[in-house]
Nanobody, 124 residues
Framework: QVQVVESGGGLVQAGDSLRLSCIAS????????MGWFRQAPGKEREFVAA????????NVADSVKGRFTISRDNAKNTVLLQMNSLKPDDTAVYYC?????????????????WGQGTQVTVSS
């Protein structure tokens, strides 16, 4: 069983930066794509960013393009989400997930293992 654990959330002010970390267990981490999603109160969980297995290709949602960057370190089984110029609309629980394949994926059904989430709150 793969375990996914997020960390790094918190309360920040608009314009600040925050970096989320995610560690996924297992020796096959480097074979799978990874992604970040978020869910605000009363809203559906939405795609934020994804990265393929070797880190050579990434994709981010239009709402965070130019502000958020996803990266990974396969030696440490870690994926990062660097969030800059945060806005109140970025307030949500952020979830990390491991994909079913090595490719980038933007839809929830493409992910097999999920973390419990980490809260990010951006005050105005």
């Amino acid at each position: 069983q793969v375990q996914v654990v997020e960390s790094g959330g918190g309360l920040v002010q608009a314009g600040d930066s925050l970096r989320l970390s995610c560690i996924a267990s297992g020796r096959t981490f480097s074979r799978y794509g990874m992604g970040w999603f978020r869910q605000a109160p009363g809203k559906e969980r939405e795609f934020v960013a994804a990265i393929n297995s070797n880190g050579g290709s990434t994709n981010v949602a239009d709402s965070v393009k130019g502000r958020f960057t996803i990266s990974r370190d396969n030696a440490k089984n870690t994926v990062l989400l660097q969030m800059n110029s945060l806005k109140p609309d970025d307030t949500a629980v952020y979830y990390c997930a491991r994909a079913r394949t090595a490719a980038i994926a933007r839809i929830r059904a493409s992910y097999e293992y999920w973390g419990q989430g980490t809260q990010v709150t951006v005050s105005s």
